[in-house]
DNA sequence: CCTCATATG
DNA sequence: CATAAGAGG
């Protein structure tokens, strides 16, 4: 069972640049895609079709902008589309797949870096997205929450830990927003297979060369139920794919 | 007296397809180019002062639109920019310049393509442009009108007139206004040299490889004063520069 | 430094 | 089918 999750920093752009050469490749069960960027029309998923995939997309409501979608080759036993909150409905931030023994929960959580007003609907969607799981704890056992969190817990999750201590993506209050959703409950795939590895990224700005130099960012994340730890095989970054600004994390969980 | 006019669709983006070096070649004395599309930065010129090129522009005050620019190895004596209508210099569209013996209207006539009252917008141009000239003509000899008029006059001069009846640019008013203005006494310099030869065109969309198929229009134009005419020595097209979908036009003057 | 939508041609 | 600015990242 291998489960990824992707930041393709838009749908048609990747599938210009291979996207779904690597897919056949890379052979996930399920795929947890963000930043599809949709359009007016609808996306065409044809390709993932052919590969065997079942689609769910949650496109934003403005055209261009954000939006999730999970690709399967298990058919999910139940399908939500969003959270029930409008203001992050409209951004097309959540999609979770329900299968017989986990559920995967497909989240692009706000980006602050643009305005100041974003960082304060960032803070205040990580509170919502904490109390959100809360609930879903008690219903939805074996959850997996799987994409960008555009946010990282510990100094070793970025190159330059010293210089963003208060960048959004970073700040006191996002570690520990990181940190107390851990506690929650939930396992850093990454981190629980790789221990305090470093120089592991998912996120590179375009900008100045940053991928080929690895400054980077770990902002793409995998957290696993804690009753689902046990599971866990494999889990890692898979930097060779290079259809965006993000490479894909994956997680493997055995029977 | 070598002057040639092109709309280069992008004055940086012709740069970059490598204008400069096209413009050492064919080396014209006078150079009018039209849709520089400037931005909010001021326009680099330097590589064509390097040329021995002095620097005339009128962009448009809306950024990436439209707008003229003259380039001149002889220094006029006189430079007048835009034509003294509001709703036609805050979209760029004329600009001249006198030297001893002749003057040089560099014009960007509008395009009547996108929605119809572009097109009423551009029969009311294209009336007031005929007055306007009438005007210079009492006081500026020798003027040769040079750029995109966005029309043309004779079947011969696009590649499908049956089909064009009613297009913008080939509309009955339109190919009546260009007799008018030729009626006026200005010599089509292309014609002039050429006769009624066919398929010589100075535009081609660039949908569905029109340029290769030679699927186009003669919308640039360099019209003459007919005092002029007796020193024409040659005219024609340049369909070998390639940085726009429009090909340059020259016309030269003997002494 | 990228992708995307929109305006314009 | 292109250019360009602008939003967003």
Same mark, same amino acid.
């Given at each position: 069972?291998?489960?990824?999750?992707?930041?393709?920093?838009?749908?048609?752009?990747? +599938?210009?640049?291979?996207? *779904?050469?690597?897919?056949? @490749?890379?052979?996930?069960?399920?795929?947890?895609?963000?930043?599809?960027?949709?359009?007016?029309?609808?996306?065409?998923?044809?390709?993932? @079709?052919? +590969?065997?995939? %079942?689609?769910? +997309?949650?496109?934003?409501?403005?055209?261009?902008?954000?939006?999730?979608?999970?690709?399967?080759? *298990?058919?999910?036993?139940?399908?939500?589309?969003?959270?029930?909150? @409008?203001?992050?409905?409209?951004?097309?931030?959540?999609?979770?797949?329900?299968?017989?023994?986990?559920?995967?929960?497909?989240?692009?959580?706000?980006?602050?870096?643009?305005?100041?007003?974003? %960082?304060?609907?960032?803070?205040?969607?990580?509170?919502?997205?904490?109390?959100?799981?809360?609930?879903? %704890?008690?219903?939805?056992? $074996?959850?997996?929450?799987? $994409?960008?969190?555009?946010?990282?817990?510990?100094?070793?999750? /970025?190159?330059?830990?010293?210089?963003? %201590?208060?960048?959004? $993506?970073?700040?006191? @209050?996002?570690?520990?927003?990181?940190?107390? /959703?851990?506690?929650? $409950?939930?396992?850093?795939?990454?981190?629980?297979? =790789?221990?305090?590895?470093?120089? =592991?990224?998912?996120?590179?700005?375009?900008?100045?060369?940053?991928?080929?130099?690895?400054?980077?960012?770990? +902002?793409?994340?995998?957290?696993?139920?804690?009753?689902?730890?046990?599971?866990?095989?494999?889990?890692?970054? /898979?930097?060779?794919?290079? =259809?965006?600004?993000?490479?894909?994390?994956?997680?493997?969980?055995?029977?």
């Amino acid at each position: 069972m291998k489960i990824i999750t992707y930041n393709v920093n838009g749908l048609r752009s990747a +599938l210009s640049k291979g996207l *779904l050469d690597w897919v056949r @490749e890379a052979d996930p069960d399920v795929l947890c895609l963000q930043e599809i960027k949709a359009g007016t029309a609808p996306l065409d998923v044809s390709g993932f @079709e052919a +590969l065997g995939y %079942q689609a769910y +997309l949650h496109p934003a409501a403005k055209p261009g902008y954000s939006g999730v979608a999970t690709f399967t080759k *298990l058919t999910p036993k139940a399908v939500v589309v969003g959270c029930g909150t @409008e203001c992050y409905d409209s951004e097309g931030r959540v999609l979770r797949l329900d299968f017989d023994d986990f559920s995967v929960l497909n989240t692009y959580m706000p980006s602050g870096t643009s305005r100041p007003e974003r %960082q304060a609907f960032k803070i205040g969607w990580l509170h919502f997205f904490r109390a959100y799981v809360r609930e879903l %704890q008690a219903t939805v056992p $074996g959850l997996v929450i799987g $994409g960008d969190f555009n946010c990282c817990q510990r100094d070793i999750d /970025l190159h330059n830990a010293k210089a963003n %201590q208060n960048s959004p $993506g970073f700040t006191p @209050e996002e570690r520990a927003w990181f940190a107390d /959703l851990l506690a929650d $409950g939930y396992t850093d795939a990454f981190r629980h297979h =790789h221990g305090d590895a470093v120089g =592991h990224y998912s996120w590179w700005t375009f900008r100045s060369g940053a991928r080929a130099r690895n400054v980077g960012w770990r +902002l793409d994340h995998l957290l696993v139920d804690s009753g689902l730890q046990p599971r866990i095989t494999a889990a890692g970054h /898979l930097p060779d794919a290079v =259809h965006s600004d993000h490479c894909p994390v994956f997680v493997e969980l055995g029977e």
